[in-house]
């Protein structure tokens, strides 16, 4: 399988201070990928990167092209989407609002509502709360916002950070349900950053373990699981 991204010698900065050490990795096109690894390990800040949102050097390839250096939203609308830990909703706005605004830069008003339509097939919930502000929806209801809004960018490749962060186990596993929907009906390529390392490697089919902000293992997901660092470190047994 293809490519769709591919990440080299992937270095990343804070100030003066260096987060990323050579980090490198591909994303299958239409694959799940994961990456591992404990608190303050790059995780976050890979994701940061691959979208320019800190200072960068390396080699971050989509769909062939270098975006390293690109805006960020010029890599919006390469039609890869950025799901932060924290869900970064607007609190003040409707639901309806909300996925509206990140349909913002399409002018065909009946494909916008087709694209609603579409992403209330994984979300119906989202639907009977559509005039409902978002900042007063439950804690799994507005990680499926954000997810939502991502969708509505029909996305590529979805870049999620920590969706089950805070969330009740059987809320969890609805949204991971339906991130394996997405990914089968949709197409859409992932790459999961997740706590909880069992669900994630349950639902990718590839993982990469950070370890102070360098890659450590790699590999399919049943191979990582059953390595015995791993399953010490990051699932408990």
Do not use: W
């Not at 975006?67 to 890599?75: F, P, S, Y």
């Not at 009977?128 to 990680?143: D, P, V």
């Not at 809004?149 to 969890?172: C, H, N, T, Y």
């Amino acid at each position: 399988m293809a490519a769709l991204l591919e990440v080299s010698g992937l270095k990343a900065f804070y100030g003066q201070t260096q987060s990323l050490y050579d980090v490198g990795f591909e994303i299958p096109t239409g694959g799940i990928t994961t990456l591992l690894g404990a608190n303050g390990a790059g995780k976050t800040t890979t994701l940061r990167a691959i979208c320019n949102m800190v200072r960068t050097d390396g080699t971050v390839r989509f769909d062939g092209k270098n975006i390293r250096g690109m805006a960020t939203e010029e890599i919006v609308r390469r039609r890869i989407a950025h799901v932060p830990e924290g869900r970064g909703t607007f609190t003040t706005l409707t639901v309806d609002e909300n996925l509206r605004i990140a349909a913002y830069t399409r002018r065909d008003k009946q494909g916008v509502r087709d694209e609603l339509d579409r992403v209330f097939t994984y979300f119906p919930r989202l639907k009977e709360r559509i005039q409902q502000q978002a900042g007063t929806l439950s804690g799994g209801e507005q990680q499926m916002l954000a997810i939502a809004r991502a969708l509505m960018l029909k996305p590529r490749l979805m870049l999620l950070d920590e969706p089950s962060f805070g969330l009740a186990p059987l809320i969890v596993q609805e949204i991971f349900r339906i991130l394996k929907r997405i990914n089968e009906e949709e197409k859409v390529s992932i790459l999961l950053v997740e706590q909880n390392a069992a669900l994630a490697l349950d639902l990718a089919t590839h993982a990469y373990v950070l370890e102070t902000g360098r890659v450590v293992m790699s590999g399919p997901s049943a191979v990582v699981k059953n390595d015995e660092n791993v399953r010490k470190s990051y699932l408990g047994y």
